[in-house]
């Protein structure tokens, strides 16, 4: 390209080599690229691919090791201890179907850790809500206490009340009795006044039924 532009700048004339290219040289050139990037990228993702399940093998076998998992038993073992049962199956396959129930269960215990999550929230709540009812139960004690020491206290002025309106009656009754018996004296003091009184009075002298006239 930069030959190119210097033989331009030096022959102005002269129009670059890219210029000479068809309409269709370019279009294969185009395809070519684009073919090229394709088949990079395949192998790019092709090696991410194999380095993301290179892990697998290693893990299995420390997998295997750690929990001292048995061998299969193969023909002509004689060896004793236990082995695992022959599963009749492709290992792949076996590994692909725990792969699989191994997911599904996750989702599950996802899915229960959720709904214990919602457990928990709805726990807290009516822990909350319970002490928030403890508290006002407590209040409500004290304010159950408060007045049955003011009632206690209103029944011991009440029977002070109804000693002294008892004995005000005991008054009024004694008073009572006093002013009858005082009309009762009264009454026999003006009877003797009046008896005494008449002892006193003169009756008047009787009349002639005729005139008498002096002589």
Same mark, same amino acid.
């Given at each position: 390209?930069?030959?190119?532009?210097?033989?331009?700048?030096?022959?102005?004339?002269?129009?670059?080599?890219?210029?000479?290219?068809?309409?269709?040289?370019?279009?294969?050139?185009?395809?070519?690229?684009?073919?090229?990037?394709?088949?990079? /990228? !395949? *192998?790019?993702?092709? &090696?991410?691919? #194999?380095?993301?399940?290179?892990?697998?093998?290693?893990?299995? =076998? @420390?997998?295997?090791?750690?929990?001292?998992?048995?061998?299969?038993?193969?023909?002509?073992?004689?060896?004793?201890?236990?082995?695992?049962?022959?599963?009749?199956?492709?290992?792949?396959?076996?590994?692909?179907?725990?792969?699989?129930?191994?997911?599904?269960?996750?989702?599950?215990?996802?899915?229960?850790?959720?709904?214990?999550?919602?457990?928990?929230?709805?726990?807290?709540?009516? /822990? !909350? *809500?319970?002490?928030? &009812?403890?508290? #006002?139960?407590?209040?409500?004690?004290?304010?159950?206490?408060? =007045? @049955?020491?003011?009632?206690?206290?209103?029944?011991?002025?009440?029977?002070?009340?109804?000693?002294?309106?008892?004995?005000?009656?005991?008054?009024?009754?004694?008073?009572?009795?006093?002013?009858?018996?005082?009309?009762?004296?009264?009454?026999?003091?003006?009877?003797?006044?009046?008896?005494?009184?008449?002892?006193?009075?003169?009756?008047?002298?009787?009349?002639?039924?005729?005139?008498?006239?002096?002589?």
């Amino acid at each position: 390209m930069a030959d190119n532009n210097r033989d331009a700048g030096r022959n102005p004339g002269k129009r670059p080599a890219i210029d000479d290219l068809t309409e269709d040289s370019r279009r294969r050139i185009d395809s070519i690229v684009a073919q090229v990037d394709a088949e990079m /990228e !395949r *192998r790019t993702q092709m &090696l991410a691919q #194999e380095r993301y399940w290179g892990w697998l093998p290693s893990l299995l =076998l @420390r997998w295997i090791e750690t929990e001292r998992v048995p061998t299969l038993r193969y023909r002509g073992d004689t060896s004793e201890g236990p082995r695992l049962p022959a599963l009749g199956m492709p290992m792949e396959r076996a590994f692909a179907a725990h792969v699989a129930v191994t997911r599904r269960e996750f989702r599950r215990s996802a899915e229960l850790s959720d709904e214990v999550r919602v457990l928990r929230e709805k726990n807290d709540r009516l /822990e !909350r *809500r319970s002490d928030r &009812l403890e508290e #006002e139960k407590d209040r409500l004690e004290e304010t159950v206490e408060t =007045l @049955r020491l003011q009632v206690a206290q209103l029944m011991s002025q009440h029977g002070q009340i109804v000693d002294v309106v008892q004995e005000h009656d005991g008054r009024i009754t004694e008073n009572r009795t006093d002013i009858v018996e005082t009309q009762a004296m009264v009454q026999a003091s003006d009877a003797m006044l009046n008896a005494w009184a008449a002892q006193f009075i003169e009756e008047p002298p009787a009349e002639d039924d005729e005139p008498q006239f002096e002589a």
